[in-house]
């Protein structure tokens, strides 16, 4: 017996598949220090979501499993005190994640490609300085991350940051749950996704 996993198409499709949660009260404690254009470097990111499924009496789980580095990255973000805008940010990724399907009897792990490429984008959004490490975008965010091609993007609502010299990054979890119907199949779904994203100070 077998089980398409909803996350079978994982894509991602925007730039930044950071978030963290930041209380949006807290006051700014310093400077802003994100004023500037910073040439964007890369991403990183790993995930791990499980899907599970019930067939009369037997229990199938489905694991996948992603690791990735952005390549081809192109673009840069410029920040204003309240606003940033994406212009000409791109990258693409091209690797594999597997995928282990665990049906009580027996455990099948398939290794498949993960293969994307995003285009230059270019747009502006506007964002609030949280504390002295933090942002979140109060109309909208530049960020999504679509794991799922039938389920609409997670909107990410802010990020965390740090900045070691010329390097800005950020670095975030998320953790999202639900149920995915697939065929007829609902199948409770969770994951963490973790992301790292750099870039340089112009």
Same mark, same amino acid.
């Given at each position: ?40 470097? $890369? ?6 979501? +499980?899907? +599970?499924?019930?067939? $009369? ?12 580095? +952005?390549?081809?990255?192109? $673009? ?88 070691? $010299?010329? +390097? ?35």
């Amino acid at each position: 017996m077998s089980y398409r996993s909803p996350f079978i198409a994982i894509v991602v499709l925007l730039l930044f598949t950071t978030a963290c949660k930041k209380n949006n009260n807290s006051g700014n404690t310093g400077p802003n220090p994100l004023p500037g254009t910073w040439t964007f470097d $890369g991403e990183t990111t790993n995930a791990d979501i +499980t899907s +599970t499924a019930s067939f $009369g009496p037997i229990s199938v789980s489905v694991r996948n499993l992603i690791d990735f580095r +952005t390549i081809d990255n192109v $673009g840069s973000i410029t920040f204003t005190t309240d606003s940033l805008e994406l212009a000409g940010v791109g990258y693409t990724i091209d690797t594999t994640y597997t995928t282990i399907t665990n049906s009580g009897i027996s455990i099948d792990t398939t290794i498949s490609p993960l293969m994307t490429t995003a285009a230059p984008s270019s747009e502006s959004f506007i964002y609030k300085f949280v504390g002295q490490d933090s942002i979140y975008f109060p109309n909208g965010s530049p960020f999504a991350l679509n794991v799922d091609s039938i389920q609409p993007p997670i909107k990410i609502n802010g990020a965390h940051f740090t900045i070691n $010299g010329s +390097t800005l990054t950020f670095t975030s979890t998320i953790n999202q749950s639900g149920n995915e119907t697939v065929n007829g199949i609902t199948a409770p779904t969770t994951g963490t996704i973790k992301s790292v994203i750099t870039l340089t100070k112009q």
